[in-house]
């Protein structure tokens, strides 16, 4: 299968600081890519869709200035989770699909914890 | 998005038991994707499914895509303790571009 890889695993931040987390395609190129957040013990819920070129689409309650997309090229989205707090600790997954197909390939996913 | 219903929400079985686990829709799907995620880590696909009534292996998992294009079931045969984990069934509906997740079905087995 495809392979998409996410950086860092974990990160530990300060509160007010910002962090970036990196989302790759390896081997195929993604003009789209996914970004979820799952709390424990709960499926992923979907936050925004990056878009190659694009501005991001964001879901119903995310808000895009805290939570930065930017979708630099076909093979790489970067997240950025700007002025953190406490509450924003999460595990982040991203997504992304071959081009043509429907299959979703996951990141190894990032642990984000605010302190 | 739209919540799938998955179940059962979790199983505790033996291992060299077989597992069937469902998800159910409300619309119709155009994909059925299974996911298994190990804890700390991204989910990682099984098996894809693209047409009603499709029948799809892969080793010892088996999964369908129900005829009625609103449901699929996933079984796992002769499980082993390396199973464990979290299974996510998940898939596109018509009216949408992003995956619609059901809420998993958490698997445990015994040696």
């Known amino acids: 299968g495809a392979v998409v890889s996410q950086h860092p695993s974990r990160v530990i931040c300060k509160s007010g600081t910002s962090v970036k987390i990196e989302c790759r395609s390896l081997d195929f190129q993604a003009t789209t890519m996914f970004w979820y957040r799952q709390f424990p013990k709960q499926s992923l819920m979907l936050m925004a869709t990056s878009n190659e070129g694009s501005k991001a689409t964001y879901e119903q309650g995310v808000e895009k200035d805290k939570f930065l997309i930017n979708h630099a090229s076909l093979t790489l989205s970067t997240l950025t989770v700007t002025s953190a707090h406490p509450e924003d600790s999460s595990f982040y997954i991203c997504?992304?699909?071959?081009?043509?197909?429907?299959?979703?390939?996951f990141g190894q996913g990032t642990r984000l914890t605010v302190v | 998005g739209q919540q799938l219903n998955q179940s059962p929400q979790s199983m505790f079985i033996q291992e060299g038991e077989d597992v069937s686990m469902n998800c159910t829709s409300s619309s119709i799907f155009n994909t059925w994707l299974w996911y298994k995620q190990d804890p700390g880590e991204g989910p990682v696909l099984l098996i894809a499914?693209?047409?009603?009534?499709e029948l799809t292996s892969n080793g010892r998992l088996t999964a369908q895509f129900g005829i009625t294009r609103k449901d699929s079931f996933l079984n796992i045969s002769a499980s082993i303790p390396s199973d464990v984990g979290i299974y996510f069934c998940a898939g596109y509906s018509n009216s949408g571009y992003a995956l619609n997740f059901g809420k998993g079905t958490s698997l445990l087995v015994t040696p």
């Open positions: 499914l693209y047409k009603a009534g």
């Open positions: 997504s992304a699909n071959p081009m043509g197909t429907d299959e979703a390939f």
